[in-house]
């Protein structure tokens, strides 16, 4: 343990739309930690807000004809609302468009350009001439001139991933309107973070957390460090110092936040925010998602440094979410949105913070899937663990009306110690899910050792020694109570109830886990937690396969309609295939000739990898006689064959009809 006070934050969530369990995937292992830690004996802040500034909140805003401050706030509150729900509690959730941190992201800029890590220069930046705006950041989409993907105007999001500074996009279109966008020139503010590769090879090696976002980050600074644009012409953000028309960069105003909010904490606790963020010695640890460790561990820390702050003591990156084994994607359906698919139906949040954390390490990707996860409840949670706690406290209090005024037996004790101090371990080194399977030990430890001493035949014989055993079962529950906690917090208080105890049971540390529990009544046993059923899962199920088919059906392109004339023009006639060969250097073509009754005709058809030349030969099929004459792969081609779906089944008719026959 640290003399120096632990401060733990998350990454902002964006204000812009509702939260997802992906977003749990950064935010429910925070928490757990930061309980654990506090109930270790730690001095622990925990941070968050909301993220309120950037161009998709202000394109949303203008979409629903709102305010960008309005849609801020609604889902500020919808966030700080769904947090709670999920058991995951900040000291301050804030917003980065409040007071508090204007005022502190224009004193460190100030610092910056005071320091001479701040210069300006005029660059080329996309122009809608048709909206008369600049296009900052995703107003804009075009080329990475990196990789040649798709990419939005600040990062090549679906592709090399590369951070991209104002006028770099190649073709870029304006995402309003769907114009073209030219190219104007207007002077911008850029940090020097060039000058930091040095310190952050020497910073990176010692940086605590996750070893991926440590060995990405120095990936990254061996490579190139380019200086970084942190100015954007708009009008929603926090205002550049001695400019008008220039907002900071949500990038540098964003993280900040962090320490706006422990000032905003500090001012409320009658604490000093400085023993948090000055000094060689800090302790800020960043949970926060893989797709923002090069914002975290190279720009943030090289910001503070040329600030004069502290740096991050530790950088936890957690993989990615899929769901039901497919990419997360909203547009796609592939979605299970936190308060309409779980918490409204009546689900446990326990439930989920135990599937988020225990499914896989932090830094692999994390599949969701409704029937793993009813598994995983009813397996673990249920037979494991709920089943342990039960027996034990509904035996003891239906045979000796409550706690044994016994002290339990050193073997276990000594199991106990061995268990805490694993767990101990693992979460130190942030191994969340090694960390909950060692928890989870325990209780089978607890079921096994019940089992295997079967109080409920040795009452029968000796009833001392049934007693023994049931104290020696109590202690357990006492220590899977207290060390689950963290990690289950609704579902423990109620077992600590059960227990006899009337307080919180997060005012008691972990080690109080070997303390013994001591002659008392029992509260009524009931059972802690239910099974999820079949049905259930089903209806589950049912309502994630039904949102994937309304966006593939969104997704389809809208056909127009015709005439009866318009389909009149189309020459659709039965050809019989008089011949077929493979095209060289492709493997989809086929080279056709068909006879259209007296006329021989060549089509080119990419249908290679379903059919033989041979199935094809003699075959009557139906084709657009019309077309205008193509060239494919250099040859010609006077016709189109018509097939259905993705394995091309040819259109054929059901009787022997004459070549050249027209479809009507």
Not at 301 to 326: D, F, H, N, Q
Not at 352 to 377: C, G, I, P, Q
């Amino acid at each position: 343990m640290s003399g120096k006070p632990l401060l733990v934050t998350c990454g902002l969530p964006y204000t812009n739309g509702p939260c997802h369990i992906g977003h749990l995937r950064t935010y429910v292992p925070a928490d757990f930690y930061v309980r654990y830690m506090r109930r270790s004996g730690e001095e622990v802040v925990f941070v968050c807000g909301s993220d309120n500034h950037g161009t998709p909140i202000v394109i949303s805003a203008e979409q629903e004809g709102s305010t960008p401050r309005a849609l801020s706030e609604r889902y500020h509150q919808h966030f700080y609302d769904t947090f709670r729900r999920m058991e995951v509690v900040f000291d301050r959730f804030g917003m980065t468009d409040d007071a508090m941190n204007h005022e502190t992201t224009r004193s460190i800029v100030e610092r910056l350009i005071e320091n001479g890590y701040v210069y300006a220069e005029t660059v080329s930046q996309s122009y809608c001439p048709d909206c008369e705006r600049f296009l900052p950041d995703r107003y804009v989409e075009g080329i990475c001139p990196h990789c040649g993907a798709v990419a939005r105007g600040d990062e090549c999001d679906q592709g090399c991933g590369q951070h991209l500074e104002p006028g770099e996009i190649r073709d870029a279109i304006c995402k309003v309107c769907g114009g073209k966008a030219e190219y104007r020139e207007q002077e911008h503010y850029f940090f020097k973070l060039s000058a930091f590769r040095e310190f952050l090879l020497d910073y990176l090696p010692d940086l605590r957390g996750t070893s991926t976002a440590r060995n990405y980050a120095l990936g990254w600074v061996k490579e190139l460090l380019h200086d970084w644009c942190i100015t954007r012409t708009l009008d929603w953000g926090v205002k550049f110092p001695g400019s008008d028309d220039l907002v900071v960069y949500v990038w540098v105003d964003a993280p900040i936040g962090y320490i706006s909010f422990t000032k905003e904490w500090a001012e409320n606790a009658g604490a000093d925010w400085k023993d948090y963020w000055c000094g060689d010695d800090t302790r800020v640890t960043h949970f926060i998602g893989g797709d923002i460790i090069y914002h975290h561990c190279i720009f943030w820390p090289a910001l503070l440094k040329a600030a004069g702050y502290g740096l991050p003591y530790a950088v936890v990156a957690s993989g990615m979410v899929t769901i039901e084994g497919k990419k997360f994607s909203k547009s796609r359906g592939y979605v299970v949105w936190t308060n309409d698919d779980y918490l409204d139906v009546g689900l446990p949040a326990d439930y989920l913070r135990y599937y988020l954390l225990s499914y896989t390490n932090h830094t692999k990707e994390l599949d969701f899937s409704w029937k793993v996860y009813a598994e995983r409840v009813n397996n673990e949670i249920v037979g494991t663990l709920g089943n342990f706690i039960y027996r034990t406290m509904y035996f003891a209090e239906k045979e000796f009306s409550g706690v044994p005024d016994l002290a339990p037996r050193p073997e276990v004790v000594e199991e106990i110690e061995r268990s805490l101090a694993g767990i101990d371990a693992l979460m130190r080194d942030y191994d969340f899910k090694n960390a909950v399977d060692s928890m989870m030990a325990l209780a089978s430890f607890g079921n096994a050792y019940i089992q295997n001493n079967a109080p409920w035949k040795l009452i029968k014989e000796d009833r001392a020694a049934a007693q023994q055993v049931i104290a020696d079962c109590l202690q357990i529950v006492k220590a899977l109570v207290l060390v689950f906690e963290p990690l289950m917090p609704e579902s423990t208080q109620r077992a600590w109830t059960m227990l006899g105890y009337e307080d919180s049971i997060a005012d008691h540390p972990i080690a109080e886990a070997t303390a013994p529990v001591g002659a008392r009544a029992l509260a009524k046993p009931v059972p802690l937690f239910e099974k999820i059923e079949k049905d259930r899962i089903a209806e589950l199920e049912k309502t994630l396969n039904l949102r994937v088919e309304e966006a593939k059906a969104a997704a389809e392109p809208k056909m127009p309609t015709v005439t009866i004339e318009e389909f009149g023009n189309l020459d659709i006639r039965i050809a019989r295939v008089v011949s077929a060969e493979p095209i060289k250097g492709s493997k989809k073509l086929y080279k056709l000739v068909v006879d259209l009754g007296g006329e021989k005709r060549q089509v080119v058809s990419g249908i290679a990898e379903f059919y033989a030349p041979d199935d094809l030969v003699g075959k009557d099929v139906a084709l657009i006689a019309n077309l205008a004459p193509a060239k494919i792969f250099g040859v010609e081609s006077r016709g189109m064959i018509l097939a259905a779906g993705d394995e091309a089944s040819l259109l054929v008719p059901l009787r022997p009809v004459k070549p050249g026959t027209k479809v009507r």
